[in-house]
């Protein structure tokens, strides 16, 4: 007993020495803390060359400040600083150990929330990007995927308008305040891989543009005009802001499209999630003139066969509430309501059918009804699956919406002008 | 018998699903779903079952003949001298063989995923080197460590699993069936001599203190397992689709990396590590601890401690020259492997059972 309490204490003082964690250890002071990622595919002396671009935040004064070990949005604080830093390789993994010829610190991916692709690299495929975040062992399939006009060392270079870092405003408006429009399609990093994966579905990531914010006293464009003197006629990204408009459609790893808002929206809803949102009607009026403000959706999508073809029909139920007129073409009694439900209807309908045409001109089964057939008729499939790209575009669909009106917010009748 | 150890039937059945859980929760589902595809977890629920039933049914009433004496000891008496050192001695080498993959797992997964710069031989030395102290204690010490870890590990496994549900797509499960039963037979051959290992149990069995509860020890840990694994198969398969599942590498982990709660609850892959490790040292006490018993009875050693250090110093040294990549140990366990352990596992057992029945060697507790 007495010698068996021996062993276990020298055994214990040796494993201690394991516990301090001095074999490559990294400290705080010699990371850097990157939260977005960008990649561009670009030619540098007839030389194919990949751009990665790496938003890092740089704690200032005080130690300790970036320690959040969950993703959770913290408050702007004014002494973290964001830089941008640009390197070149010839592979992913080449630029990415590039980086440390003019950084001194580790690059830690660990953080990352987001991964931008500019627009002609998504164009050429992405699969290589997708192979080299999903293989990292650092990178989580919960990152967002977005598609950037232009490039995405440009892109990281705008200024966010409500948080202290570009990633976290980005993550915001695609994960916490996405369903308030219904115009954004987010999708994380796994998903992208599930579309890509998967037969007779196709991948759609959202949009982005940078935009000079046209209010004369946004900091941001005052801002641009301030650092960088030299140039005052053309603003660089750093003086411009981003915002989201529409989704970016691939067929396989390659984008070919562009869907905007409306088709977006169309889109939310043919994919079944619409969660809120606001269509504009018109009413006894070519404009739009009133609004409506969907508070929740479901769609059923059913398959059909007719000797061999497929056929689909999808149907939305909706609901919501009557929320904004014009010239008081509303008012609280059936036919008004049922007007306005049958106006809201051709024009959910409408969206739907835009973006649908759109991704059956472009070839490009973004709504998975490929997969839809798959799963629910395999048999009737595998003639299918082979030829599938060529058959989408005469795929049949019928689309009918059905919305009912609940509410009409704090007031009832217009206020009818005397 | 050369340890006096007295474990209880829940000890045997709790150290009977370690050796199936600790490692195959994070091989498995991506073996499966590369041959079975959607199909995967019907795979583990019923062929798996089926056959773990059989390796149960010959390698328990082949142990209740010899109720004191581990397999090796009572081979010789069954098949005759010759022959019997000869497949005592096969199965001492077999028995080496495996835990040294199991080695190698264990320190590949932590290598890749978490410390990245560490060398493979360090993790596999300090798995090994805990796992010694324990095999060198005896199997009693084993069991009821195992006691204490195993209900966490299961806790762990289903907290995971039930963090994860809201995220299953049932879509996934479907088309059921597409290409028939060949794929889900196909699916099932690694996992299930991976619960075939529970044919441990011919050198376990001396050690248990209630005989009678034997079948049920055992077949509780077949339909335990079978759920455990299943569970793990079909969330891994709803999450992330066959497709992906089969291109994982360590299909849990990545799980757990994507479990996501309301924006809070996140990086929760660390439980993935502690159960790995846990469940890990268990798994390796109890194969050192069966191989050395092995090797000392086929010697006719009056001590079996003297040769735990030098069986694990054999599997590592195995696991470095056969098992360096990954490729090696993949293409190890799912087309060697279940040929190799259905062999081993079923087909030598039953043999000898066949013998003894026909000699009339051993009590026979039928008649």
Known sequence: MKRDRGLALVILCVLLLSVSGCWSRRETQQMNLSTALGFDRVMINDKEQWHLSVLSSKPQGGGGTSGGSSSVISEPKKGLTVQVTTVSGETLWDATRNWNLRASRRLFLGQVLLVVIGEDTARAGIQQILDYLLRHQDIRGRIWVIVCQGSASDFLNAQPEFEPTISQEIEGIIRDTWYRSGKVIGIDLFKTTYALLTPGKEIVLPYMQLFVPPEPSSPISSNAGGTNGSNTGDTGPQGKSFTISGSAIFRGDRMVGHLNDEETQGLSFLSNNFHSGTIPLSMQSVQKNASLRIGGSKTKVMVGFDQGTPSISVTIKAQGDFLEEDDSVFHVTTQDFKAAEMAANREIESRCRKALTKSQTLNADILGFGDKIHRSYPQEWTGLKDHWNDAYPDLQVSIKADCKIKQTGVISDPITIK | ?367
């Open chain 2, 1 to 367: 018998m050369l340890d006096k150890g007295r474990i209880s039937s829940l000890q045997l059945l709790f150290l009977l699903s370690m050796t199936e859980l600790a490692t195959a929760f994070l091989y498995v589902p991506t073996i499966t779903a590369k041959a079975a595809g959607p199909d995967g977890w019907i795979s583990l629920l019923v062929p798996v079952t089926v056959y773990a039933s059989l390796v149960v049914l010959v390698c328990v009433s082949l142990a209740r003949r010899y109720p004191f004496q581990v397999f090796t000891e009572y081979l010789p008496d069954v098949v005759g001298t010759i022959p019997g050192k000869l497949i005592a001695g096969i199965s001492t080498l077999v028995l080496i063989h495996i835990t040294s993959v199991m080695v190698v797992e264990g320190a590949q997964f932590i290598q890749t995923n978490f410390l990245t710069e560490t060398p493979v031989l360090v993790l596999q030395s300090v798995l090994a080197l805990v796992a010694v102290y324990g095999a060198s204690m005896g199997i009693e010490v084993i069991a009821r460590h195992n006691e204490m870890v195993f209900p966490i590990f299961l806790l762990s496994l289903t907290t995971l699993i039930l963090l994860v549900c809201k995220d299953i797509n049932l879509n996934n499960f479907r088309p059921m069936l597409e290409n028939g039963v060949v794929p889900v037979l196909k699916g099932a051959m690694t996992p299930a001599v991976w619960r075939g290992e529970l044919y441990i149990i011919l050198w376990l069995y001396p050690y248990l203190n209630q005989k009678k509860e034997d079948y049920q020890a055992a077949f509780g840990m077949v339909l335990l397992a079978g759920i455990v694994s299943t569970l793990v198969v079909a969330t891994t398969i709803g999450v992330f689709g066959d497709l992906y599942t089969a291109r994982l590498v360590y299909a849990a982990n990545t799980l757990a990396r994507y479990i996501s709660v309301a924006g809070i609850l996140e990086r929760l892959e660390l439980f993935i590590v502690i159960m790995w490790v846990a469940g890990l040292i268990v798994k390796l006490g109890i194969f050192f601890h069966t191989a050395s018993i092995a090797a000392a009875t086929t010697l006719n050693l009056k001590n079996y401690r003297i040769l735990v250090g030098p069986v694990a110093l054999t599997t590592i040294i195995i696991g470095n020259i056969f098992y360096g990549s990954y490729v090696q140990v993949v293409e190890f366990l799912s087309k060697v492997w279940p040929y190799y352990g259905g062999i081993i596992q079923l087909a030598i057992p039953g043999l000898v059972l066949l013998i003894a029945v026909l000699r009339k060697k051993g009590i026979n507790n039928e008649a």
